[in-house]
């Protein structure tokens, strides 16, 4: 398993913009994929959005074309770009890495939220 540590989180107004960093410890950063994922009050966590270890993407439809996933294997990290934030996207937010012959291993998650 691996040690991830999300960051970036905070309060932001609809319409606004955050970045989420998601920092794992190691040097086999590369062999996961890696994702975003998210839990509201009341809800199941869903996923929000995927890398795999080859730089493919995939995103849940209701942030298509707002957020982005990135990751840069020379600093450990993945990244989200959360833009045209809605109210609807307060949640925490969980990193997630997953390996075949690793496991899965999940950060602490950080809050955002969207309110005016």
């Known amino acids: 398993q691996v040690q991830l540590v999300e960051s970036g989180g905070g309060l932001v107004q609809p319409g606004g913009s955050l970045r989420l960093s998601c920092a794992s410890a190691?040097?086999?950063?590369?062999?996961?994929?890696m994702g975003w994922y998210r839990q509201a009050p009341g809800k199941q966590r869903e996923m929000v959005a995927r890398i795999t270890t080859g730089g493919s993407t995939n995103y849940a439809d209701s942030v298509k074309g707002r957020f982005t996933i990135s990751r840069d294997n020379a600093k450990n990290t993945v990244y989200m770009q959360m833009n045209s934030l809605k109210v609807e996207d307060t949640a925490v937010y969980y990193c997630?890495?997953?390996?075949?012959?690793?496991?899965?291993?999940w950060g602490q998650g950080t809050q955002v939220t969207v309110s005016s």
């Open positions: 190691g040097n086999i950063f590369s062999a996961y994929a």
């Open positions: 997630r890495a997953d390996s075949l012959g690793l496991g899965t291993s």
